[in-house]
């Protein structure tokens, strides 16, 4: 897995949808309690749309033991979602300034 620059491993893509991990392991919670294995997921999903393309994130917090799954709702994390996507929106405007698809095709093709 590839680290990205806020330690997020990425992890699978396909054309709707990217997803990365962060490993956070055991984690102390408030009180002193100790939280199983913890892993965050961020997902950024992709939906082609008349006028552009919408572009949504959001972070879950998924513990091992007792499995749970729960989406990341704090002002700070939501903060963090919010510059993440409009990082996005100004290179993917960028790229449509410059004329670049961001496509790459494989050159040693036929």
Do not use: C, Y
């Not at 009180?31 to 939906?47: I, Q």
């Not at 990341?72 to 960028?94: F, H």
């Amino acid at each position: 897995m590839a680290q990205t620059t806020e330690n997020f491993s990425f992890v699978s893509a396909d054309g709707s949808a990217v997803l990365f991990t962060l490993d956070r392991g055991v984690v102390v919670q408030e009180g002193g309690r100790v939280a199983p294995h913890v892993v965050l997921e961020l997902r950024v999903g992709f939906k082609p749309q008349s006028e552009g393309l919408e572009v949504t994130a959001w972070e879950e917090v998924v513990a091992d033991f007792p499995s749970s799954r729960q989406r990341v709702r704090s002002p700070k994390e939501l903060e963090n979602l919010q510059r993440l996507l409009d990082k996005i929106r100004a290179d993917l405007e960028a790229q449509s300034a410059g004329g670049d698809s961001g496509i790459k095709r494989d050159s040693s093709s036929p």
